[in-house]
């Protein structure tokens, strides 16, 4: 049976394209001009985009994918499509339509690892609602799989970055620690069978709305996704977009049972650092020991959504997601802006 | 200079994944139900798919991503944003959104090349009057690149390949060769600069509709565009999907000056082979030569579109494609079904 992260140097969202470098390299690209209908653009390469069709519906698109982050052919599908889809989810959206982004050393892997990835991504699919379009694959050194997605979203209903308000009481779906547990999988410290909880939870959906009253939907002002940034560089990102510090009690941070160990045990990614550096002019970490910093900067793929929700609304909402999300809870709050835009507690 | 066709194994369209291999991993897989709102499904990885969503608007969505064929960075960004678009046209759409997919070997090339394909894209979404929205990017051994393209279509508007009529025109776009060609520049034997014809003709965007008026646009009846499975290839999935023979004569199919050359001094890709054997069960091409052969199996990156066109109105079109496209013409007919999904003769 082949280890596909055996197969490949760095997985998942560890190996993407660190956010300083990306925004130098932008930064000097003459770009057309945005038509009218674009009501928000992923500008930073990892946002979803939208674009107004008329006042009742705009479309979402985002797309996302990587190299196997965890063994199992089916396993990796049902990851890669989770996280792909999350995106339209994070943005208040549901997700309608997806293409697959597949290369595949030919000769190298068996034709059935193939039918194994687009299997487990079907089967988040056909969870999620969605149709499966078409796509493209190339003939490649190293597998590599994802979506790209199109959704649906009212365009008065979009959970921008920039919606976060001060009082808000910000909550996180899922544990915190993909990154250091997949690390020790890869370097073969741990083995998926131990390994259930995260991977249960990279393949659990981010489909959070069909959970909530119109009430409840409506006290949700902000929302973003915890990928490859880690919880310091996309909150960072959002309480900046808002105009507001994010503040979180790290004690109350969800973490899978391994991810401590793992971090404890020296299982980094580059990710780890790049996140450090990319977050360190804006994000107070101090009273944090280096494992705990590691935490907060440790590379997500498939992570939980970190909302903003009115806090008389709070307890409800948290309750409702933990009929699907065990690991729910409100883990800080959203403070007028500070020097900081993200200040994290012991 | 870097030249980039140096730092792959294999470039463009010649680079993904065959036909028949294809079609075998997808009939295992147990896909999502489609919405009924799916019009058209790109099922077999390479068509454009149409999602309705009003009774006068569809989207068209597709997605293309390779290696380099041209060892111009900007040229490259350009070829492969003006071959992602293609599909859009194929389908009498009109793009309006586009995202990035980018994988690049970080610390191997210098960050300047990822501005100069991203500037070379960019030039061409202006062009097309497109907005980039986002993307993704990885860390990789080579350089990948592509786009994710939506567009906009009426329902009933859409140019499926299933439309082509007996006594239609078969209208080609652009000449034949860029598989060759593009070959005989990795190895090193043509530069770009001896390589501006099928160069250019690989940056030509496949925007025609504009050039119509609404009798002659309503006179095409089917369309697509020529890629990877060369002439033969998608001309045969044309004729299949829409019940007819196509009848094709060589001597009136446009080649680029070096298309022949390239061919009988062997530069050759494994795509000519597997087209060839993709298409010998439903092909005829018995009164060819070896290298006449190969020319219609060679495959195209950024190719041209392949229009079915009311006999009435085909000499119309072709005069004013040739404004935009010098090398289009009449290159054969539509006859009703025999033996043969695609006919050529000498």
Redesign the interface.
Known sequence: MVQLTQTVK?GGCA???AAS??R???G????????A??MV?????????I?K?SED?A?V???????PIVDSPRAFGAVAAANALSDVYAMGGTP??A??????P?GVLE?DV??EV??GA?DK??EA??????????????L?F?L?V?GFVHPKRVWSNAGARAGDHLILTKALGTGTCMASLKRQHLTEGQLQEPLNSMMTLNQVLDLFSETEAASIHSATDITGFGLLGHSQQMAKASGKTFSFTFSRLPLFEQTLSCLENGFLTKAHASNAQYTQAHCRTDGLSPVQKNVVCDPQTSGGLLLSVDPAQSEAIVKKLRSRFGRAGVVGSVEPASAWAVDVLP
Chains 1, 2 share one sequence.
């Not at 293409?99 to 595949?104: R, S």
């Not at 609602?129 to 190293?142: A, E, K, M, N, R």
Request: glycine share 8%; aromatic share 10%; proline share 3%.
């Open positions: 760095k190996a993407k394209v470098e990306l130098k390299i932008l000097q690209v003459q770009f057309p001009p945005n038509d209908a674009v653009d992923g500008g930073l390469f990892d946002d979803a985009a674009y069709i519906l479309i698109q985002t797309l996302d994918f990587f190299t309608k339509t293409m697959a982004i597949l290369a595949f030919l034709n193939i039918v687009l299997q079907s699919m056909r609602g969605v149709s499966f379009v078409g796509g493209h694959s190339i003939d490649d050194d190293t590599k994802g790209s199109t």
